[in-house]
């Protein structure tokens, strides 16, 4: 069973910092793409970032493009958010999720074929 676990969420002032951790286990962590996703109140849940297998290869949602950083440490099976410049409009709860592919498909910003989901972490950015 896969299980899927976020962290490193909070309350950061407008401009600020944050890093989220996510931990996967009950798979070949190795072997697949990972994502980030958010969900604001009232909002539809939106794809920030994909991470192929290897980790060579991200894709970033135009909003947090040039701010957001997604790395991956498979020796550890960790996915990391360094998350920069912080603005109101991030605040969500964050999730984490595991593909069923190695590489992150065309479709991966709609969280499509990514099975395993974490509980999420709220991040609240203050003005």
């Known amino acids: 069973q896969v299980q899927v676990v976020e962290s490193g969420g909070g309350l950061v002032q407008a401009g600020g910092s944050l890093r989220l951790s996510c931990t996967a286990s009950?798979?070949?962590?190795?072997?697949?793409?990972m994502g980030w996703f958010r969900q604001a109140p009232g909002k539809e849940r939106e794809g920030v970032s994909c991470i192929n297998y290897s980790g060579g290869r991200t894709v970033y949602a135009d909003s947090v493009k040039d701010r957001f950083t997604t790395s991956r440490d498979n020796t550890r099976n960790t996915l990391y958010l360094q998350m920069n410049s912080l603005k109101p409009d991030d605040t969500a709860i964050y999730y984490c999720?595991?593909?069923?592919?190695?590489?992150?498909?065309?479709?991966?910003?709609?969280?499509?074929?990514?099975?395993?989901w974490g509980q999420g972490t709220q991040v609240t950015v203050s003005s």
């Open positions: 999720a595991t593909s069923d592919e190695y590489y992150c498909s065309a479709s991966w910003y709609y969280g499509r074929n990514f099975g395993a």
């Open positions: 009950g798979l070949i962590f190795d072997a697949y793409a």
